[in-house]
């Protein structure tokens, strides 16, 4: 049977899909400009200093008067300019108009964390990017993506950008346009020309050729550099009738660092998730969630299956965790560090299904694991397939406590139980530990 043993504990404090490079918008910039694209002239800090030489000596020039430059802090999420930072300083987009602003802007900026609408944890802010202004006569949007449905590229278009696209999608689909690409053939000439007129510019207009152009250039660029997805958010026209890209989220297919060993070079770990960091480095598919039961299986559909239903026997993920057909003890040992290292993971359900992968070899991963690392908390195994009576053997002769399952709805019911006891505990301030088991 399931015994409890509780004690009185002192407060405890706890700190508030498919993955694809995401980098920042600095890099999105040298990227396209490698490309051909049009950016606005533009350049990083890392400093307050630095950022204040670069307004005053880079994008201006030293006894003319003063342009007015853009300050937008590199973090990865959307939303910068109605976000706000922890310190209390309101938006991560500023406009410098005269000497000290970019110092002091970037002194409020760098170093502390940005809370937006994508972001509502916050994400620290190492770098500032400094931009010429641009003065537009028109705010466009412009994106290439994969597309399932068309099984390949997707452009989509819109003349009305400068605001959110799916607020757009939402209140007036008439003005978005796309184009499937047909990835054997390219974007066509013709192509181009409709969705440039598509976004409002005139035929035979320098506008309209320069957009051609720059489609051009950036469906070149989403093939040659593996992108998932481009999105420049807004394409300006400027009075003059330039066509530039003022603002772009770009994503690279993770499937493809070999190839673009130079671009994911760039990638930021301080901007993602710790968790995602730490299982990258074993080869470990990890997408962290917003749940209390950590989750550790084997293929992805079985994993998808796994959160399903402790979600519905009333619980809820605390990640997605799928260590493959192949993992090693050490992967296995890994994997559970990062799950008991979670503050919100209040139990952890492992289920593996034995084909490639040995049940001992899991069982095994677990066991060294809770030696190394002493996991308190507590831990529901369902086991099936190769070795699984060899596993089975391994956990029920260790001097550790677990719960083991046969069937997964019964697992999972005793996963999604256990957390709720562990949660109630934590509220009432009063330590709980498992101890025998429950072989079901």
């Known amino acids: 049977m399931l015994a409890l043993r509780c004690s009185f504990?002192?407060?405890?404090?706890?700190?508030?899909?498919?993955?694809?490079?995401?980098?920042?918008?600095?890099?999105?910039?040298?990227?396209?400009?490698?490309?051909?694209?049009?950016?606005?002239?533009?350049?990083?800090?890392?400093t307050p200093e630095e950022a204040e030489q670069i307004f005053l000596h880079k994008l201006n020039k030293p006894g003319t008067p003063l342009l007015d430059v853009v300050i937008k802090a590199q973090v990865l999420s959307g939303g910068r300019g109605l976000g706000h930072f922890k310190s209390g300083f309101?938006?991560?987009?500023?406009?410098?108009?005269?000497?000290?602003?970019?110092?002091?802007?970037?002194?409020?900026?760098?170093?502390?964390?940005?809370?937006?609408?994508?972001?509502?944890?916050?994400?620290?802010?190492?770098?500032?990017?400094?931009?010429?202004r641009m003065y537009m006569r028109n705010e466009m949007y412009l994106s290439i993506l994969m597309d399932r449905a068309s099984q390949g590229p997707l452009m989509v278009a819109s003349p009305r950008g400068g605001t959110s696209i799916e607020d757009v999608a939402a209140t007036n689909p008439e003005v978005i346009f796309t184009q499937p690409i047909d990835i054997t053939v390219g974007l066509t000439d013709e192509q181009a020309q409709r969705m440039a007129g598509n976004l409002g510019l005139e035929p035979g207009s320098e506008g309209h050729a320069q957009?051609?152009?720059?489609?051009?250039?950036?469906?070149?660029?989403?093939?040659?550099?593996?992108?998932?997805?481009?999105?420049?958010?807004?394409?300006?026209?400027?009075?003059?009738?330039?066509?530039?890209?003022?603002?772009?989220?770009?994503?690279?297919?993770?499937?493809?660092?070999?190839?673009?060993?130079?671009?994911?070079?760039?990638?930021?770990?301080?901007?993602?998730?710790?968790?995602?960091?730490?299982a990258s480095e074993y080869d470990l598919n990890y997408i962290g969630l917003d749940g209390n039961i950590g989750c550790m299986v084997n293929g992805?559909?079985?994993?998808?299956?796994?959160?399903?239903?402790?979600?519905?026997?009333?619980?809820?993920?605390?990640?997605?965790?799928?260590?493959?057909?192949?993992?090693?003890?050490q992967q296995v040992q890994k994997a559970f560090e990062i799950l008991n290292a979670d503050p919100k993971v209040k139990a952890i359900l492992v289920n593996i299904f034995g084909g490639i992968m040995r049940c001992d070899v899991i069982a095994?991963?677990?066991?060294?694991?809770?030696?190394?690392?002493?996991?308190?908390?507590?831990?529901?195994?369902?086991?099936?397939?190769?070795?699984?009576?060899?596993?089975?053997?391994?956990?029920?002769?260790?001097?550790?406590?677990?719960?083991?399952?046969?069937?997964?709805?019964?697992?999972?019911?005793?996963?999604?139980?256990?957390?709720?006891?562990?949660?109630?505990?934590?509220?009432?301030?009063?330590?709980?530990?498992?101890?025998?088991?429950?072989?079901?």
């Open 9 to 46: 504990a002192r407060p405890r404090l706890t700190a508030g899909a498919v993955r694809h490079l995401n980098v920042h918008e600095y890099v999105s910039m040298e990227i396209m400009q490698a490309h051909g694209i049009k950016t606005p002239n533009c350049s990083v800090a890392s």
């Open 90 to 132: 309101k938006g991560g987009v500023h406009m410098v108009t005269k000497a000290g602003q970019a110092r002091d802007f970037a002194k409020s900026m760098l170093g502390e964390e940005l809370v937006t609408k994508q972001a509502p944890n916050g994400i620290i802010c190492n770098k500032v990017l400094l931009m010429e």
């Open 211 to 278: 957009a051609v152009t720059l489609m051009k250039n950036l469906y070149n660029m989403f093939i040659a550099c593996d992108c998932t997805q481009v999105e420049v958010n807004p394409l300006a026209e400027t009075p003059s009738g330039d066509i530039v890209v003022c603002d772009a989220k770009v994503n690279f297919d993770d499937n493809a660092e070999f190839r673009q060993t130079g671009i994911f070079a760039r990638r930021d770990t301080t901007q993602e998730d710790p968790r995602e960091v730490a």
């Open 300 to 329: 992805a559909g079985l994993a998808m299956s796994t959160m399903d239903i402790i979600q519905l026997k009333g619980g809820s993920p605390a990640n997605f965790l799928d260590v493959g057909g192949g993992a090693s003890e």
């Open 364 to 440: 095994n991963g677990i066991l060294n694991a809770v030696k190394e690392i002493g996991i308190s908390k507590p831990i529901v195994i369902r086991l099936q397939g190769t070795n699984v009576d060899k596993a089975k053997t391994l956990i029920e002769g260790s001097p550790y406590r677990m719960i083991l399952a046969d069937d997964l709805e019964a697992a999972a019911e005793k996963a999604v139980g256990v957390a709720e006891i562990v949660a109630q505990a934590e509220k009432i301030e009063v330590d709980v530990k498992f101890e025998g088991f429950n072989n079901l």
